[in-house]
């Protein structure tokens, strides 16, 4: 069957089984479905064979199976699977979860962002409502207080007017958008740092809660009640495994008891208390970050007050960096708040996955099947065989490692998350905390019939297809090799002594022989020479000369001549006393030679 098509059926009969369920009054999730019929298929007593296509009588027994696996009620077997589904999709790193809670929080204020960057206001109505706009997206950044609280406006407006006035805001339209979301980013830090620095100072803080304190009172809290739920589920399993050894000494007892799935519960409450211990590891996580937080926000504010005093201006440069940081560190705090938050509801949300104890085993029966039973906690057991060791000599096909003798030994991840596997084997299912290759098949035996083991006892390596999708990116980090062998090398001293290279050394004989022919062919050889007067101690030589640069001359100059001006008057034309005029010719006109 093509890929697709076997999806398309798997598909077709989730939804059929999610529909079933639903029309008894049960809603599943398509998640747990599918991990319910994965486990049906993997069950050898229900008789599927993997490599074979499922025909239509098949795909009815499957769904007939799952509905009735995930319609009963009182099965611990199916809680156990329930917890580890809702645990599987509601659980992620921290690393993992602060990159999600960053990534929800851009994108909730990314229509914001752009209908400031997106703006071209020119009016002074358009320029004013754009500003009240950069202070609405200061605001929601930071999450220090609503956007529609006066008190909180008014507050948020003055620490922006004292870093970027209005009048500015020509400017900043000028740039490009990515300048622009730099900017804005900017200002909200450095808003936030004067508002914190001014709440420190009981100038201000409108709308700022007291996170740190809040943090502080809430953790030991949460970390108490995890303590009092593990130790309540670490009790309960130390009791369940008193009875099942118990049990496992008496065939008879093990008839009466086969109705009341004891080792089912036993698995349901083991998988509770890992899950607990998982949460608690990053509730004490979340503790050091905030008390290491602290200690850092307490040094900043020092630092700003020792700056500012009692200055009327100081330098940006200054205090712009310490103003930033402040707010980096709220914001720390506020995914540390976030964090706790999410995983003490993840916490009470695994307690209902518990509720078949106490119908199935109430404390009456418990103590009837505990008399005459000690019952021992695992630090108990551990110490009981703490100077056992193994014989090396009787196993010497396996590789056995020690913490005496391997590196990095407390890193290693113990299969079985720690429990004996030979104890599992050999006692039908009996989980105990404490190796070699015929039992690993037994266990993975066991586990297709409880599905809850492969989570539980992490056989993810057996069964692919049904790794956590938590776990799915750390595939190959399941297994850290272990450090028990390390490369070495030495190094001398490079030519400690002079160098005796032989040159002319050869170690192809052909070369050798080349050689010698050419050397036996020069004895029939002579070699002639002459030399003349010319070449005698003839040897080179050389002359420098200057290079030619650009010159100019003149030749010839400008000049020029000129001839006289005729000056030739006529005297007598006004006439006289005479009737007659008589004109008078006068040629004032100078020579050449006197020009």
């Not at 098949?58 to 809702?86: A, G």
């Not at 400017?171 to 622009?180: C, E, P």
């Not at 118990?246 to 349901?268: D, G």
Request: proline residues 4%; hydrophobic residues 35%.
């Amino acid at each position: 069957m093509p890929p697709t098509q076997a999806e398309s059926v798997i598909k077709n009969i989730i939804r059929e089984i999610g529909q079933e369920c639903a029309a008894h009054g049960d809603i599943v999730s398509e998640t747990l479905v599918a991990f319910m019929v994965k486990a049906v298929v993997l069950d050898p007593s229900n008789g599927f064979n993997m490599d074979r296509t499922l025909i239509k009588s098949d795909v009815q027994k499957l769904v007939k199976l799952c509905v009735s696996r995930l319609l009963d009620s009182k099965n611990p077997s199916l809680d156990t699977i329930k917890m580890q589904v809702y645990f599987d999709m509601n659980y992620t790193s921290r690393e993992e979860f602060l990159e999600e809670h960053h990534r929800v929080l851009e994108s909730r204020l990314s229509s914001v962002s752009r209908e400031i960057t997106d703006n071209r206001a020119c009016a002074r109505e358009e320029l004013e409502s754009l500003y009240r706009k950069v202070v609405s997206y200061v605001l929601l950044r930071s999450g220090l207080g609503s956007p529609t609280d006066i008190k909180i406006v008014r507050e948020a407006t003055a620490a922006l007017q004292s870093v970027f006035p209005q009048a500015e805001l020509g400017t900043f339209l000028t740039l490009s958008k990515k300048d622009k979301e730099h900017q804005l980013k900017e200002l909200s830090m450095i808003v936030t740092g004067i508002r914190l620095f001014n709440r420190d100072c009981g100038k201000g803080g409108e709308g700022i809660d007291d996170l740190p304190a809040i943090i502080h009172e809430a953790i030991p809290a949460i970390t108490q009640h995890i303590d009092s739920q593990l130790q309540i589920a670490q009790d309960q399993a130390y009791r369940y495994t008193a009875i099942l050894e118990k049990v496992t000494k008496n065939p008879l007892m093990s008839m009466e008891l086969q109705p009341y799935m004891l080792k089912e519960a036993l698995y349901n409450v083991r998988q509770y208390e890992i899950f607990l211990q998982i949460i608690l590891s990053d509730i004490i996580t979340c503790a050091q970050e905030v008390e290491m937080m602290t200690k850092q926000l307490g040094a900043q504010l020092e630092q700003l007050k020792m700056i500012v005093k009692s200055k009327t201006a100081v330098p940006t440069s200054q205090v712009f960096p310490i103003f930033i940081s402040l707010s980096n560190l709220w914001t720390s705090f506020q995914d540390e708040s976030v964090l706790i938050s999410v995983l003490s509801s993840l916490t009470a949300h695994l307690e209902r996955f518990l509720g078949t104890h106490e119908v199935l085993f109430p404390e009456k029966v418990i103590q009837d099947l505990l008399e005459e039973v000690t019952v021992k906690t695992d630090v108990c057991r551990i110490k009981e065989h703490m100077e056992d060791k193994v014989h090396l000599v009787d196993f010497r096909k396996q590789e056995w490692l020690f913490p005496e003798t391997t590196a990095n030994f407390d890193k290693l991840l113990i299969q079985y998350r720690g429990f004996c596997p030979y104890t599992f084997a050999t006692t039908d299912g009996l989980l105990l905390p404490e190796n070699p290759e015929n039992y690993i098949d037994i266990i993975k035996e066991k586990a297709k019939k409880n599905a809850e083991l492969i989570q539980l006892l992490e056989l993810h390596q057996q069964f692919e297809t049904l790794i956590p999708y938590s776990q799915m990116k750390d595939v190959d980090k399941h297994y850290i090799k272990p450090i028990t062998k390390s490369e070495t090398s030495t190094q001398t001293d490079t030519h400690i002594l002079p160098p005796t290279i032989v040159r002319s050394y050869e170690w192809n004989e052909w070369e050798l022989r080349r050689k010698a022919i050419k050397l036996a062919n020069l004895h029939h050889k002579v070699t002639h020479s002459v030399q003349t007067n010319l070449s005698h101690m003839r040897r080179e030589n050389s002359s420098q000369v200057y290079p030619a640069k650009d010159v100019g001359t003149q030749s010839l100059r400008e000049g020029s001549t000129r001839v006289p001006r005729p000056q030739i008057y006529i005297a007598g034309l006004r006439g006289g006393q005479t009737k007659v005029t008589k004109g008078v010719k006068v040629n004032l006109t100078r020579a050449v030679d006197e020009t």
